[in-house]
Structures are given as C-alpha cells and as structure tokens.
C-alpha cells in the first residue's frame, strides 16, 4: 500500500484514540516538569451550603483512576475553596466514601486500575463570614460563585485538581425550614 494512503488512516485511528481518551500523554505539573504518577482525575460536581453544617451539606465528588497495573495508595492531602474567584484556604475533611454497588462506603484511600474511583467527600464545618470578611468580600456566601481545588499525594508527589466550573452556596437553614 502507497505510504500516502496508509498516513491518512493511520492519523485518523490515532485522533480516535486520543478523542476515546485512549492515549495517555505524561500529565505536566504546575511547574511544567513532567509529573511520574499516571494518577488521572477530575472534579464531577460539589455542593455548598453557607453554613456546611449539616451531614453532606458541603460536598466534593471526585472521579480518580491510573493506568498503572497494580493498585495505587492516594490521599487526599487538602480541598481549597474559592470565592469569586479569591483562595480562603483550607478546608477541612469530615469523611471520604467511595462508591461501591449501589451505596458509598468508607474508602481506605486504593484506587485500581482499570476501574474508576467515585469519591465523596464530605467537608467539616468552616466559618464562611470570617473567612469571606478577611478577603474583604461580601459576607454572604450566596453572593460569590465558588470553586474548589483537590490536592491529592501519591507516590511522593503532589498533584492538585481545581474545579472547571462554580457553584453557589445555598441557604440551606432556610430550605429545611421551608420544607
């Protein structure tokens, strides 16, 4: 076959792949030095309440997976919150499930290959007004969109994820009450 029949084929079956997210191109990290986890992820929703108060009342769902072959130990190091685009710090971690079957369930932090992890995690409570109030913002948290960013640690290393999209902070008090 003419190598100029064969080109075209052989291009269109590798964008193929790499648009079925076959390829796996060497994550690069912040610095832009190449990263040696094959750790793969992303932020598939969050839910924030202005108070984060209540169980599941501030929430991030993450989808995790590796293309190595063994099972991989990761951590979830630290979750950010934005506001309107400003870091207010650290947040803290009330509980981490994994989804399994039909129902979460505590997840003791292994991700296999082959196979992608669902994760919850739920976040503790943290004082919105006082942290909104040291950036000079608005303090009412339904007035600011919020992102989130997921730094996870394995095999040594740091790998942070930030949310693609925001969210607003709902009055849950109000809803509950309302229900």
Known sequence: MPRSV?????????????????????LRTEDRDPATTRLRGGIASMV???????????????????????????????????????ALGVVPLEQVSMWWGDAYRP??????????????????????????????LDLDPTHHDVSVEVVLRTAGQELAMRSVFTVTPTRWRESRIMT
């Open 6 to 26: 064969l080109s075209p084929w052989l291009r269109a079956a590798l964008v193929a792949l790499v648009g079925c997210g076959l390829a796996n191109p060497v």
């Open 48 to 86: 924030f309440d202005e108070g984060c108060e209540g169980v599941a009342s501030c929430t991030v769902q993450l989808r995790l997976g590796h293309v190595g072959y063994h099972p991989s130990r990761v951590e979830i190091a630290e979750i950010r919150v934005f506001a309107s685009g400003v």
């Open 107 to 136: 997840w003791e932090g292994q991700i296999i290959w082959g196979q992608v992890t669902q994760l919850s995690v739920e976040l503790g409570p943290f004082d919105w007004s006082r942290r909104l109030a040291a950036h000079g």
